[in-house]
C-alpha cells in the first residue's frame, strides 16, 4: 500500500449501517406480518393484488426513468416496492388487473415521478393512487370480499364494520344494534373482518410498528400519537352518546387506523422532520380521521385525512423548528 | 458517607446524539514508551491564538524542555523541545490539518532533560503555589487543551473579571469510537489527575469538581470513586454512552443540566471544563515542572496488529507510531488523526504528533468510500441527531443554493461540526460537508 494512495476526505469518516436501502427492506419486512394474515383470509386474492401491485408499480418506476426522464432507474433504492405493497394493502383483495394498473401509475407515475422521485413528492404516492382509484371506481373499490379462508379468487363480498355503520345509522338505527351484526373486538383485532387487503388485522401491523421502532426506522410520535387522538377523541363522542356513536376502541381497530398510523402516515417523506411537527401532523390525522367518519360522507377517511395533512407538512417543518441549543428566549 | 458513583441515576445531553459502535479496541492496552525517533517536527503553532515566536536557530544544542518558540501575548502559548539534540531545518510543513505551518526540526540525540524538571514517578500531593503562580507555571509549560481544541489552558484557568465559576468539570468522556488514550490515563494515573483537579479548583477558587466518565468505563469509573471516597468536593459522574457526549456544551448539560447560550463560553454559566489529558498534563507541569513535551496517543484500526496507546513525544512523525504499532495495514485506505467522527485524514504520514493528537486510526480502504447518495428523504433522522437542535437537512439545502443569509438565521454557526447528521443520513448525504462549506461564508458576511 503506498502512501499516496492515501484518500482524504472531511470527517466524520465512518457511518451508520442504516442506509435507504435498508430502511426500505426493513419497511416491507414490517408489512409481512400483515400480509400474511390477508393470505390467511383471502387467499390468492391477496397474493395476486400484492404481486401485481408491486410489479405494476416498479415497471411504472423503471420505465419512466428509462424512456421519459432518460436516466438511470432508481427502482434498486426499494421504495416503488413498498409504494406498490402499500397500494395493494389500500384495496380490495378482489381488484381487477386493469384497476391495479392505473392505480401503480397514478401513484408512482402522478404520485411520485412527476415530483421528481424518491424525496420530492408533497402526498403520499400509494394514498394517491388509492383516492384516485376510490373516486373513479367507487363500485370495484367498495365491494370487500369477506373473510373467510378461501382459495379460490372468487369469494363473497360485503361491506366494512365501518360501512355497516355508516349504512346502519343512516337508516336510523342504533349503534348497540349494529354491533350485534359485527365480530367481536378480539376479531377485529387479529383481523376476521372484511375490508382492505392490509389494513385488518391490528395485531400484524403492531407486530410491524414494533419491528420498525426496534430497527430505529421510524420513531414513535407520528403513529402513537395518531392512533391516541382518534381513540380519545372518539372517546368522548362514545362518552356523550353511545348509541349514537361507536366506541372507541372499534374505531381504532377497525378501517385503515393502524394501517394509516403505522405505515402511511409514517412515510418520510410526506411526514414532518421535527418530533414536535409529527405529533402535529398526528393530531391532524386522527381529529380529520374521526371528523370525516362521524360526519362525512364517507364511512372511513383515513387515506383524505393523511393526505390532507401531508399538504401542510411544508408549513409544519417552516414553523415548528426543533428546541435549539442555548438559544432560550 | 457520599453515594457510590454506581449508585448514581447515569446522566446524559438533551439534545440530539448517535451511538456509533465503539470499537474500543486498544482499551485494554497499557500506556507504553514509544521509541525516540530519530528526528522530531515540532511545529509553533499547535494551539489556538497567536503562533509562538522561534527562540532557536539551526545548529542550536537544545535538551528536553527547553523553550524553542516563546508564546506571543496571553493567548499563545510556549513550544518546547520534546528531545535532545540539535535544531536541524525551520521550515514550513503540514500539519494534520493540511495547513503549513512554520515547524522546528531536531535531530534527536540521547535523551538529555532539563535539571529542573522532576522525571521521577513519584506523587506530589501538596500544592505549594497560589493561582496566579499556578497561571504562570501551567503557561511557561506550554499547556493546551489536549481533546483536540488546543485552547491554551493557562487562559481558561484565569477567571475573567466579573465572572464566577462555581463548577469544575473534568471531561474524562472520550466518545470518539476507537479512541482510548484519556482512559488509560484516566486507569493507569488516576491519583496524579486527582492532583491536578485540586490545582484546578485552586487556581479557579471552586469548591466543587465533577469528573464526567461515560459508563462504557466501568473501571476508570470504579478507580476514581475509590480514591475520591473521602473527597467531599470532588465526585464522578457515570453518564450514558452517547456522542458526542465530550462536547464542552454538551458534557455540560449532561452534568449540571445547564446551557451555554450561543455565541458565549462555559464559564457565562459558571463552568470551566478541562480534558483529563489536560488536567494530568496541569499536575505534571505545576508539581514536576515538566511542560508539554509528551502525550498518549491510541494508534488503532480493524487491521492494526497490535493496537495501542503510546507515550508519544510532541513532534514524532506519525509513521512512527504506525510501525511501533504493527505497521500500516495491507487493506489500509485512510489514515485519520483523531477519532474516526472529528478526526482529520492525513495524506502523510510524516506529518507530525501534535499536542492535540489524540490517536491515529488507520480504516480499510472498503470503510473508505462514501456509498451511493440518495435524495433526501426528509426521514428527520439528522434533526434527530443534532445535539445543538439544528437542522442539517435544511442547512444543505441552503448551503447548496448559497443562501448564507438564511443559514445565518437557521444558526448554522452554532454547529459543532461533531458529524452526526453525516453520521447518521440514511441517503449518505455528505451535510457537514456543505455545512462547513456555509459556515466559512457566513463567517465572511460580518
Redesign the interface.
Known amino acids: 500500500?503506498s502512501?499516496s494512495?492515501?484518500?482524504?476526505?472531511?470527517?466524520?469518516?465512518?457511518?451508520?449501517e442504516?442506509?435507504?436501502p435498508?430502511?426500505m427492506r426493513g419497511v416491507i419486512i414490517a408489512m409481512v406480518p400483515a400480509l400474511l394474515v390477508s393470505v390467511y383470509n383471502f387467499g390468492l386474492g391477496a397474493v395476486y393484488v400484492t404481486g401485481l401491485s408491486i410489479l405494476f408499480c416498479a415497471g411504472a418506476e423503471w420505465a419512466i426513468c428509462k424512456f421519459l426522464l432518460k436516466r438511470e432507474p432508481t427502482i434498486t433504492?426499494g421504495s416503488a416496492v413498498i409504494t406498490g405493497m402499500l397500494l395493494a394493502f389500500n384495496v380490495p383483495s378482489n381488484l381487477p388487473w386493469y384497476i391495479i394498473l392505473i392505480g401503480s401509475l397514478v401513484s408512482v407515475g402522478i404520485g411520485k415521478m412527476s415530483f421528481?422521485?424518491?424525496?420530492?413528492n408533497p402526498f403520499n404516492p400509494a394514498l394517491v393512487g388509492r383516492v384516485f382509484l376510490l373516486l373513479s371506481f367507487p363500485v370495484e373499490m367498495t365491494s370487500w370480499p369477506q373473510a373467510v379462508a378461501t382459495w379460490s379468487l372468487d369469494g363473497t363480498t360485503g361491506a366494512t364494520p365501518l360501512g355497516i355503520l355508516k349504512d346502519g345509522l343512516r337508516a336510523g338505527e342504533t349503534v348497540p344494534a349494529l354491533m350485534q351484526q359485527m365480530p367481536s373486538y378480539t376479531d377485529f383485532f387479529f383481523g376476521f373482518q372484511g375490508g382492505s387487503l392490509g389494513e385488518m388485522s391490528a395485531f400484524a401491523l403492531l407486530i410491524g410498528l414494533g419491528y420498525m421502532l426496534y430497527r430505529k426506522i421510524i420513531?414513535w410520535h407520528i403513529p402513537v400519537t395518531m392512533i391516541a387522538t382518534v381513540f380519545v377523541m372518539t372517546g368522548i363522542f362514545w362518552f356523550i352518546d353511545p348509541t349514537r356513536f361507536a366506541s372507541p376502541l372499534f374505531h381504532v381497530l377497525t378501517g385503515g387506523v393502524m394501517l394509516g398510523a403505522i405505515f402511511m402516515a409514517t412515510d418520510?417523506?410526506t411526514?414532518?422532520?421535527?418530533?414536535k411537527g409529527?405529533i402535529v401532523f398526528a393530531i391532524g390525522c386522527g381529529v380529520l380521521t374521526v371528523l370525516i367518519r362521524l360526519f362525512g360522507a364517507y364511512p372511513e377517511g383515513v387515506s383524505f385525512a393523511i393526505l390532507i395533512m401531508n399538504a401542510f407538512v411544508p408549513l409544519i417543518?417552516t414553523y415548528l423548528?426543533?428546541?435549539?441549543?442555548?438559544?432560550?428566549k | 458517607m457520599k453515594n457510590r458513583a454506581f449508585d448514581k441515576e447515569l446522566k446524559t445531553f438533551r439534545?440530539g446524539g448517535?451511538h456509533?459502535?465503539d470499537n474500543k479496541l486498544s482499551a485494554s492496552a497499557p500506556l507504553a514508551q514509544l521509541p525516540l525517533p530519530k528526528q522530531v517536527t515540532i511545529p509553533i503553532i499547535q494551539h489556538i491564538g497567536a503562533p509562538a515566536k522561534v527562540v532557536v536557530q539551526r545548529g542550536d544544542t537544545v535538551k528536553v524542555g527547553q523553550v524553542i518558540a516563546q508564546h506571543e501575548g496571553f493567548i499563545s502559548s510556549n513550544i518546547h523541545a520534546s528531545c535532545s539534540g540539535r535544531i536541524g531545518i525551520i521550515e514550513e510543513v503540514m500539519d494534520s490539518s493540511?495547513f503549513k505551518h512554520l515547524a522546528v526540526n531536531i535531530r534527536v540525540k540521547g535523551d538529555d532533560w532539563l535539571e529542573t524538571i522532576d522525571r521521577t514517578d513519584t506523587l506530589v500531593e501538596e500544592i505549594s503555589l497560589s493561582r496566579d503562580e499556578i497561571v504562570a507555571r501551567v503557561m511557561e509549560a506550554g499547556v493546551v487543551g489536549m481533546g483536540g481544541a488546543g485552547f491554551p489552558s493557562h487562559a481558561k484557568i484565569k477567571v475573567p473579571e466579573g465572572k464566577t465559576i462555581d463548577t469544575l468539570i473534568i471531561n474524562g468522556v472520550e466518545c470518539e469510537?476507537y479512541l482510548t488514550a484519556d482512559h488509560r490515563l484516566m486507569l493507569e494515573k488516576p491519583r496524579e489527575i486527582i492532583v491536578g483537579v485540586r490545582i484546578l479548583m485552586r487556581a479557579l477558587g471552586v469548591s466543587r469538581a465533577i469528573i464526567g466518565i461515560e459508563d462504557n468505563k466501568h473501571d476508570a469509573i470504579e478507580l476514581f470513586d475509590e480514591w475520591l471516597r473521602e473527597d467531599k468536593q470532588i465526585e464522578v459522574q457515570p453518564l450514558e454512552v452517547q456522542y458526542p457526549q465530550g462536547g464542552e456544551?454538551q458534557l455540560i448539560?449532561a452534568v449540571l443540566d445547564r446551557?451555554?447560550?450561543?455565541g458565549?463560553l462555559p464559564a457565562d454559566v459558571g463552568v470551566i471544563v478541562h480534558n483529563v489529558g489536560t488536567t494530568f498534563a496541569i499536575y505534571e507541569a505545576v508539581q514536576k515542572n515538566k511542560p508539554l513535551v509528551e502525550r498518549v496517543v491510541t494508534v488503532t484500526g480493524k487491521d492494526v496488529k497490535q493496537p495501542s496507546n503510546f507515550w508519544v513525544r510532541i513532534g514524532t512523525p506519525v509513521i512512527e507510531l504506525i510501525t511501533a504499532a504493527g505497521g500500516?495495514?495491507?487493506?489500509?485506505?485512510?489514515?485519520?488523526s483523531?477519532g474516526?467522527?472529528?478526526?482529520?485524514?492525513?495524506?502523510?504520514?510524516e506529518v507530525p504528533v501534535a499536542k492535540g493528537t489524540s490517536g491515529i486510526?488507520m480504516?480499510a480502504?472498503a470503510?473508505?468510500k462514501?456509498?451511493e447518495e440518495?435524495?433526501?428523504?426528509?426521514?428527520?433522522k439528522c434533526?434527530?441527531a443534532?445535539?445543538?437542535?439544528?437542522?442539517p437537512?435544511r442547512l444543505l439545502l441552503l448551503s447548496k443554493a448559497g443562501q448564507s443569509e438564511k443559514s445565518k438565521r437557521e444558526?448554522v454557526l452554532?454547529c459543532i461540526?461533531c458529524?452526526?447528521c453525516?453520521?447518521?443520513?440514511?441517503?449518505?448525504r455528505p451535510i457537514?460537508?456543505y455545512i462547513?462549506l456555509s459556515k466559512t461564508k457566513v463567517k465572511k458576511l460580518k
Open positions: 500500500m502512501q494512495l492515501l484518500t482524504v476526505a472531511p470527517s466524520p469518516h465512518i457511518h451508520t442504516l442506509t435507504i435498508q430502511v433504492d421528481g422521485g424518491l424525496g420530492n420513531t418520510y417523506v411526514s414532518p422532520v421535527s418530533h409529527m417543518n423548528k426543533p428546541v435549539r441549543y442555548g438559544r432560550k | 439534545l448517535v456509533p459502535q493540511g469510537p456544551k448539560q446551557e451555554v447560550p450561543s458565549r500500516l495495514p495491507e487493506s489500509t485506505g485512510k489514515v485519520v483523531g474516526p467522527m472529528m478526526g482529520k485524514a492525513i495524506a502523510d504520514l486510526l480504516i480502504q470503510e473508505t462514501r456509498a440518495y435524495n433526501c428523504v426528509h426521514c428527520g434533526i434527530e443534532c445535539p445543538m437542535g439544528l437542522e437537512y444558526n452554532d461540526e458529524g452526526s453525516s453520521f447518521v443520513c440514511p441517503s449518505n457537514l460537508d462547513r
